[in-house]
Structure formats: C-alpha cells, structure tokens
C-alpha cells in the first residue's frame, strides 16, 4: 500500500517535470479547435513519392475556454515548415505523436503558441507549410500482428509514379488535424476518435490547388472527393508533365475526403461512369454492364438517379474498396460480375437517393445489396450476405453491467458516427422495417423522403408511419432513437394438441432476454413441410402466438436470421413428445 503510494507521487513528479518545458501542458486541448477551412495548394512529385503544402487553415476554438495553443497534426512522414499568423510568424515546437488515426502510426504534431489567446467560438486564421513523402505504410496494422498482405490491403495509400491515391484523416493526415492519440489495440479508441473528428469538420470546406509534376504522356486525371478537378495548365516538356488543376470547394461530409491521382481512361453508360486504368476495359466494361443492367431495379426501390453513379479502379487486386463522397474506389481486377452486381447496387442507391443523414444514407445503399441478393438468389442469400456484416457490430452491442443512458443517445442510428452502426445495423434496420411493413409501403415512404425537408431526426420515422396501419414508435425508440443493444429470442414453450382429424395448432411462447424489441419470423416444423409466422416480441418481454399445421409439429425454429442478436445459439426448440398433448 505504501509502495504504491510512493510510486504514485514518483510518477507525478516525473510527469511534472517532462511538463515543464511546456507551459500549458496541463490545460493542453487537442480537440478545442476546430478546422472551418482549408485552401491548400499542393505540389506533387510523384516519383519522388513527395507533398509539399503551402496554404491557410481557418481554426475556430469550440471549447469553452480561451486557447492560447493551437495543435496541429500531419503524418509523422511530412515535416512542419512554416506556421504564421497574419504575415509573422510564430513560436511552435514540433515532436512526434504516437496515434493510429495516420497509416505511419504516427503523427508530427506542432504545438503552435498564438499571438493571443483565442476566445470561445473566435477564430484565427493561420498560413501553413509542410513536406515530406507518403509512401505505402502499413506500420500501424502490422505493429498489432495484422498479417502483412490484410494490412496491405487496408492501408494502401501512397503518392506513386503509376498510382496515387491518399485518403484523410483515420488513413493518411495529409491535411492538418487535431485530434487525442487513437489506439488500433484499445478497443474503439480509433472509432471514437475519428468519429469525434469527423462531427467537428462536417461542413468545413476544402479548397485544393494541385500541382503535379511527372513523367508521362498521357493527361492524369485528379479527382478530389470523387469530383474531377479542372486542368488550369498542362504542359509536355519532353517526357515530363507539369500539370496545374483546381478541384472545386467542397464542404467534408462524414466520409473521408480522397485525392486521387491515375491514368484513367473512363467508359460512361447511362447510369453508370467507371474509371479505369490500362488494361482494365473488358473489366470495365462487364461492371458498366452489370451496373446499368440493376438501374430498373434500384430505381423501383430508390426513385430515378440524381446523377451517374461512379465508380474508379484500384491497382492492387487485394486493396479494399472505399467510397469517397459518390465514388466508389474498386479494384475492377478483382470485381467479377457477381461483386460487380453488388457494388453497383450500392453506388446506384447513393446516385439515386441522397439524405446527410449518415444511417439513411448509407443504411439504404447497403440494405439495397441485401435487396440485390435476394432478387438474383433468393432471400437466404440475402440473409447470409447480412449475417456477414453482423458481427461487425454484435461486438459493441454486447450487454454490459455498466449503465449506458449516455451510449443509448450517443450510439443511436441517429447520432452515431460509428460506421459498423450506420452501416451495418442500420441495414437490418431497414430490411426488418420492410418485413414488418411490406415492400409498397416502404417504397412509398422512400418516394416521399426530400432531403431539404429532413430538418428533425423523426422525419424518415414519420414518413414510414404514414404508410402503414401499425405503430411502430416502439420499433423506432429501440432501433433508431436510441441503441437499446439487440434482442435474444428464445423458445420457452411450444404446446401442441390435435385440432381436427387432419390438423394440429401448436402454442408457442416466445421469451426476449434481451433489451431491443423486434418483429421476428417463427416457423414451425412437421413431417412433411413448415409453416412460417411472424411474431413481435418486446424487450424483456414474451408473447404467444398460436400456429395450425397439418402433421404433428416436430421442431420451432425462431428467426431465420433476418433479426440480428446477441445470442444465436438458442434459436431451435424441439418438441418433445410428451409436449403433444393427446
Ligand atoms: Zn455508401
């Protein structure tokens, strides 16, 4: 006890001193600023892998209390050079900041003392310049023992001869952030990091100036948050390139800015744009093709497309896909039709349908893959293909002892900025509303959605009430309004009797253990064939249900795994015997 003690104070002496050098250590916070916007002009050399960014970044201090510090944050492989305010400029000290927001691991982070302390909600505008290389780094992933080849096809972002491609924060900080350390082996350190980031800086904008300079012949194209940006001037000197392009202001949403660089050749058809490199035009064609052809379909779900989808090629065969505002980055190599037939109908949801509410937006565009499945292979493909994205997120939604008032709100599919939330639950949201509902009604209510009408977190809930005779206010306090975890449906009884000669009506009493309510299907077993039924089941709540089948019922199986749970092991119930009554 006494040791421990000691040690304690030991530890805050030395923490004491290590501060000392820097004034306000003890009131340093990272998250205080905001970043309003960006004007960076940037130049790129991509044989020698090199950035350089002059430019100006506006800061506006969120916290409740003067800030005389400013952090600022880019990939530990870019170095600080210049920082001003107005025309001096000013003290900072740069040192190595260990965070795997960045794909090194790790970030350079300058600690900048402004010429006064800016006051709660004032801003400050700031000229910034930094440099360095961004070449294919997996550090962060391979330092947990991610295998190499998962993590390169992760983390791979790199400034190349033949290929660039550098997504933001949460891969590569090739813009400047300020964020607390996140840890890839804490649990959801990352996540909540990055989430924390990404509700700060929606609505900031973006203004790039590019300028690259390389070896080729060819007129790369620069796309930026999935816009192709404009050449201002081109020049060919020989077997070398100076390109000047300005890619439109952009408002950041809460995906991830990317700036790509790539000798694309691009194949349009009417719903559908895909760019792709050398090589790729059969590939190319074939996902032109299996896009266009679901365009009937997405539409009759998701109303007539706002703009073409669009698509882009990724070198690697392995690399993961990634969607950057309304481009989806795919390696066609690897995207045979079946992949390609999924791909598109998530891209073609986003050109059709548009909500800034991340659980809609993305919800829909996932839940029309599942809708996809089922139209070409039946409804346990489309169930299979769900159950893949569930344990993504089963892990977060494990009950817990500790009270979580806070993470009902926080974690709600109307507040979260957890992606495996509106991704992936937020899917079974929609497929479960849609059981519950029926298709006609759940098109009407999507056909009735305005964005610029969508001004309160009840809006789309309204819209779905309106087409059906059922309230579902329950469904969406649980699911929607607040993360309430998921249910656990089990089987506690099942009572059978002889109805008529050729009839039997088994009761059964459903039990959910667990703290979400849900719409589940049981279906009863008998020699001979099933009879499916749907029940609802609130939290912490039974219900009975009574079914009539023809032959004796042998086995009750409830959900068929379009409900997502905690449990899954206790879905199947056998009728004993003994259970039959006479
Ligand atoms: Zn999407």
């Not at 924060?169 to 909540?192: D, K």
């Amino acid at each position: 006890m006494k040791f421990r003690k000691m040690s304690g104070l030991k530890g805050f002496v030395l923490l004491g001193v290590l501060c000392a050098s820097v004034v306000n250590c003890f009131s340093l916070d990272r998250e205080a600023f905001t970043f309003t916007n960006y004007d960076l002009n940037l130049q790129i050399d991509p044989e020698q892998h090199r950035l350089g960014v002059r430019g100006k970044i506006t800061l506006r201090n969120d916290s409740p209390t003067p800030q005389r510090i400013a952090v600022l944050q880019i990939s530990s492989s870019l170095d600080w050079r210049a920082i001003k305010v107005g025309d001096k400029a000013v003290q900072f000290v740069t040192q190595p900041y260990t965070s795997d927001i960045d794909h090194t691991g790790a970030l350079s982070e300058a600690l900048v003392t402004l010429p006064q302390p800016v006051a709660p909600k004032g801003t400050i505008e700031l000229d910034i310049g930094y440099e360095g290389v961004i070449v294919f780094d997996a550090t962060r992933l391979t330092r947990i023992g991610t295998p190499e080849d998962a993590a390169e096809s992760t983390d791979w972002d790199r400034i190349s001869p033949s290929f660039t491609a550098v997504r933001g924060a949460g891969y590569v900080a090739w813009y400047p952030i300020a964020t607390e350390s996140a840890n890839l082996s804490e649990g959801n350190s990352l996540f909540e990091v990055l989430g924390r980031w990404k509700t700060r800086e929606a609505g900031s904008t973006t203004h790039l100036k590019v300028s690259v300079n390389r070896t080729g012949s060819d007129l790369p194209q620069i796309l930026f948050g999935g816009i192709l940006c404009q050449v201002l001037m081109y020049e060919q000197m020989g077997p070398h390139q100076l390109i000047d392009a300005e890619c439109p202001s952009q408002a950041l949403r809460l995906d991830v800015s990317t700036l790509v660089i790539a000798d694309y050749q691009v194949l349009e058809r009417p719903g559908i744009e895909v760019r792709y490199l050398k090589g790729h035009d059969a590939l190319a064609a074939n996902f032109a093709d299996a896009a266009q052809a679901l365009v009937p379909f997405i539409t009759e779900w998701f109303g007539k497309q706002r703009e073409r989808a669009k698509t882009a090629d990724l070198p690697n065969p392995n690399a993961a896909p990634f969607e950057s505002g309304a481009l989806l980055l795919t390696p066609l190599a690897a995207t045979d039709s079946k992949l390609a037939g999924l791909a598109a109908a998530h891209q073609l949801t986003h050109a059709a349908f548009l909500s800034f509410r991340p659980w809609i937006e993305e919800g829909l565009a996932h839940f029309a893959q599942a809708l996809y499945l089922e139209h070409e292979k039946g409804r346990q493909a489309a169930l299979d293909y769900m159950g893949l994205h569930r344990s993504a997120f089963s892990e977060a939604e494990k009950p817990t002892t500790a009270p979580r008032s806070e993470d009902e709100t926080n974690r709600s599919l109307v507040n979260t900025t957890s992606e495996e939330l509106y991704r992936s639950k937020a899917m079974y949201v929609w497929w479960m509303l849609r059981d519950m509902i029926g298709d006609a009604a759940l098109k009407k209510a999507l056909a009735a959605y305005r964005p610029e009408q969508d001004k309160d977190p009840s809006y789309m809930p309204r819209l779905i009430a309106a087409q059906t005779q059922r309230d579902p206010a329950w469904f969406f306090d649980d699911w929607v309004y607040r993360d309430r975890g998921l249910p656990d449906f089990k089987v506690e009884s099942a009572f059978s009797r002889k109805a008529t000669t050729d009839a039997y009506m088994v009761t059964v009493t459903v039990d959910n253990l667990g703290t979400a309510g849900a719409e589940v299907p049981l279906t009863v077993k008998f020699a001979g064939g099933t009879v499916t039924k749907r029940i609802e089941v609130r939290a912490k709540n039974k219900a009975t249900i009574r079914v009539e089948t023809s032959a004796a019922p042998q086995e009750i199986v409830v959900n068929d795994g379009s409900v997502p749970e905690s449990d899954l092991t206790n879905k199947v119930f056998k009728i004993q015997t003994a259970d039959v009554a006479k």
